[in-house]
């Protein structure tokens, strides 16, 4: 046995926060790890776990572990990669270990990757704690910290793909999971990830692992994760009071990492679970999943009980069917799940739809009628993202690449870049789809502005009132997304320097390598351009805090002008529906006025109206000429306390800056953004 105890373990499942936080989750996975291995090896063991990187920079060099453990994302691999660098410099005979999907699946793709990240010495593929908690068995062999590598190098490990003393790859079993969850100790209920409760994080908690779905862009597709295996309701119980006891007062979101929440009959149980923590500690307040792609009826029963916190999750990607075929996802009734939207807007549910730029066969047309009909379904957000290659996942094979005519460039993931102990600047980067064999990339130009348009526009609340209008005239809504992009000539001076700005960062956000991208932010010129918000920008997310926060009110304006002029070239006004057309357009011009400026209380508009549009928007099917007032009635539109402490608290966690300010929508539940109206007396 070692004869110097304990083994030193460091395990980090970083986030880049040079300005601010890029991903702002608990380190949930490497605490499940964590809490494995302490169950296995007790005091055998000495674990500290990281999620910020300059902590762990630091640790490193103070004192070096024995085992480096990394969580491998595409939001975390270059800096895993240097981080690796840094404990090799500092001790050479540390074992260096990559966890999670951002794997190739085939052999020699596999045998590429750890041949080009020399520094890496093993890779957990799928589930960790079995893969890793063997590492960690094999290294407690060893006599002396000096040969801690030989001797877990020495022979194949159970759960863990590894390099022998010649570089050559060895593999036994490389893939274990856990089939009874329950046998992970909690890393909340044990008290691994108390450090985390710090004010900048939120908690993440995972009822199952694995997706029954094998969609060929997404890392889980893989058969290898196909059985889905979960935790006992006691121990989510248990775990969600222990958060909800915890958590601090300025944190009011959760993430839930399961792969398809709300499909499964339990669900709804785990709802009403947190529910009764809501009940209780008032949070969370907002909860970030995915639901479930099939059984929507399931998923809007879960959804229900959790009083507004949790979109309904679309994933829809296409709505063309072959485009479907070829990525393996013909199994996914969209038509089940469209048929389902008026029961979903009857319960009052807020919905979102994904869909992806850049597939197998889509076309200009096929997209933009995928757009349409998710539009015509009424659902609160429609959220186009561009197609990402993503090591493991099929689409990011050789034979897949060439089959599509892929044709893609690189850019660098919002936020995620920073400096190194050893000077060295990381950036993070992402392959993206930007033309097809089947999609120009001047086509994927106009696409990206369009969903720009739609980011901003269709987003439920604010604009309601005038989808409503539009579609009890008959209406196709989606040429008011689609008229906006074609008239954007005509629209206010401020708004076309937007458009101008967002192609522009669109091209200008492109390259041809990663290497490049490295190579070009050594120089510090160039690197400031990151820290000023210049460069490394999400451009739909950076666009929207640009509009939301400096231009909501021309925005506004524009969408307005754009819906009338529709109105009228259909020929659907008169006197009487220009009138209903005057109250609808102000209530928008209400709702939408200055949301998010620090001197929004300053300003709070004021209007008459006619019409009871707050009644006519929470009835269904019937038309606004019911709800005409006897009586004119002058509604003022200002905030809540509670709106007000949720985008500071926002703000104070994202930063005051434009880059912390496009963040701002992952903490705050988007109905909180948006003006009230108050009828004066």
């Not at 960790?128 to 063997?134: D, H, I, L, R, V």
Request: hydrophobic share 35%.
């Amino acid at each position: 046995m070692i004869n110097i105890s304990p083994l030193k373990i460091y395990l980090g499942d970083l986030t880049y926060d040079t300005v601010g936080l890029s991903t702002e989750v608990f380190p949930l996975n490497i605490g499940y790890i964590a809490s494995y291995c302490k169950k296995l090896f007790g005091d055998k063991v000495e674990i500290s776990l990281f999620k910020y990187i300059d902590e762990l920079d630091k640790a490193i060099n103070d004192n070096p572990p024995d085992i480096l453990g990394l969580s491998n994302y595409a939001w975390c691999h270059q800096v895993g990669l240097e981080m690796f660098r840094i404990l090799l410099q500092q001790n050479p005979y540390a074992i260096t270990v990559w966890g999670g999907p951002n794997f190739p699946r085939d052999i020699p793709s596999q045998e590429e990757f750890m041949k080009k990240y020399s520094e890496v010495d093993l890779y957990v593929p799928v589930d960790g704690e079995t893969g890793f908690s063997n590492i960690v068995g094999k290294a407690l062999e060893a006599k002396t910290r000096e040969e801690i590598k030989n001797k877990v190098l020495s022979n194949p490990i159970d759960g863990c793909i590894s390099k022998d003393k010649n570089g050559k790859l060895q593999y036994s079993n490389p893939v274990i999971r856990i089939n009874n969850l329950d046998d992970i100790p909690s890393p909340y209920l044990t008290g691994i990830l108390d450090k985390f409760f710090d004010g900048k994080l939120s908690p993440m908690i995972q009822t199952n692992r694995g997706c029954p779905f094998s969609c060929t862009f997404c890392t889980d597709g893989s058969d290898l994760v196909r059985k889905v295996n979960q935790f006992s309701l006691d121990r989510i119980r248990d775990e969600l009071e222990y958060i909800g006891k915890k958590v601090p007062k300025n944190i009011h979101s959760m993430t839930i990492s399961d792969l398809n929440f709300g499909m499964y009959p339990r669900d709804a149980d785990i709802c009403r679970i947190v529910a009764k923590i809501q009940e209780k500690y008032d949070y969370p307040r907002l909860i970030q999943t995915t639901t479930g792609k099939n059984k929507k009826e399931k998923v809007i029963e879960a959804v229900k009980l959790l009083n507004g916190a949790l979109r309904l999750m679309m994933s829809v990607q296409s709505m063309d069917g072959q485009v479907l075929e070829n990525i393996r996802r013909s199994n996914i009734s969209i038509e089940h799940i469209l048929d389902l939207a008026p029961t979903i807007k009857e319960n009052g549910l807020s919905t979102t739809a994904e869909v992806i730029l850049g597939l197998p066969g889509e076309t200009y047309d096929s997209h933009i009628e995928t757009l349409r009909s998710l539009v015509k379904a009424n659902l609160n957000y429609v959220r186009p993202y561009t197609l990402m290659l993503l090591n493991g996942a099929e689409m990011n094979s050789p034979e897949q690449r060439e089959k599509w005519g892929f044709k893609t460039k690189f850019r660098i993931l919002a936020k995620d870049f920073a400096k190194l102990s050893n000077g060295k600047k990381v950036v993070e980067v992402e392959e993206v789809v930007i033309e097809t064999n089947t999609l120009s990339f001047e086509e994927y130009l106009e696409l990206r502005l369009l969903a720009f348009i739609m980011f901003v526009t269709n987003i439920g609340l604010v604009f309601e009132p005038l989808l409503k209008f539009l579609r009890e005239q008959d209406m196709d809504v989606f040429e008011l997304f689609n008229q906006t992009l074609k008239q954007k000539k005509n629209a206010p001076k401020k708004i076309i320097h937007v458009f101008e700005q967002f192609e522009n960062s669109t091209r200008d956000e492109l390259w041809n390598s990663s290497e490049e991208i490295q190579k070009n932010y050594q120089n510090e010129n160039e690197y400031r351009k990151l820290l000023d918000g210049e460069d490394g920008i999400n451009v739909l997310q950076h666009y929207q805090a640009i509009v939301m926060f400096e231009n909501m009110n021309e925005w506004t304006d524009y969408t307005l002008d754009v819906a009338h002029s529709l109105l009228k070239t259909n020929k659907k006004l008169n006197d009487k529906l220009e009138r209903e057309f005057i109250d609808v357009a102000n209530y928008c011009r209400g709702l939408s006025h200055d949301p998010l400026s620090r001197n929004r209380m300053i300003s709070k508009p004021k209007f008459l109206f006619h019409y009871d549009i707050k009644k006519w928007l929470s009835t269904p099917d019937v038309k606004l000429s019911t709800f005409e007032l006897s009586t004119p009635i002058s509604m003022i539109f200002s905030f809540s306390k509670d709106q007000l402490k949720l985008v500071e608290d926002g703000l104070d966690s994202c930063g005051d800056t434009m880059i912390g300010k496009s963040r701002i929508f992952r903490w705050i539940p988007p109905n909180s953004i948006w003006r009230k109206p108050f009828v004066l007396n």
